[in-house]
């Protein structure tokens, strides 16, 4: 007869206890956490600013992150990762965040840093009249586009 699983059985009682930084923190103090550790390893050259979806984060907030980032002379990619361009296309096409995007895109040309929206699009119908409005304004400010399509959950193309 089989005995019922017990907890530890799963992860054995000699699982270390994690400190999450992320849930103990404020988001400005993990961001300083972040430009500080980017700042002491100059072999980080590309990064990737998701946190979930950077849509989700206000633009005034995420403008400010961007800056700091390019104000740290080894990082030379950063790519903003989105469902939202596809998902949400008309958070894009505010006027405040078109022009926080062109603010950003311009320090990066100067600074030879490529900025790029990373995004994710299931099927080619998604790619409606406003998601290619939306990716077509990026690009006009300065923002290249990166996609990610996936036809199944084991492969993926980039």
């Known amino acids: 007869m089989l005995r019922p699983l017990h907890p530890h059985d799963l992860v054995g009682n000699s699982t270390p206890l994690i400190d999450k930084h992320k849930l103990s923190l404020k988001p400005v103090d993990r961001q300083d956490q972040m430009i500080d550790y980017l700042k002491r390893t100059p072999g980080v050259r590309d990064v990737v600013v998701s946190g979930g979806d950077v849509a989700n984060v206000p633009w005034p907030q995420l403008e400010s992150f961007l800056m700091r980032l ?3 002379d080894t990082v030379r990619d950063i790519r903003l990762a989105t469902k939202a361009l596809a998902g949400l296309p008309q958070h894009w096409l505010q006027p405040r965040v078109v022009e926080g995007l062109e603010r950003v895109a311009r320090t990066a040309s100067r600074r030879g840093v ?29 923002v290249r586009g990166k996609r990610t399509s996936c036809r199944t959950t084991s492969t993926c193309a980039t």
């Open 70 to 72: 390019l104000d740290i």
């Open 114 to 142: 490529n900025l790029a929206i990373h995004t994710h699009v299931n099927h080619a119908q998604s790619v409606t009249p406003l998601v290619a409005e939306a990716a077509r304004t990026a690009l006009e400010v300065g």
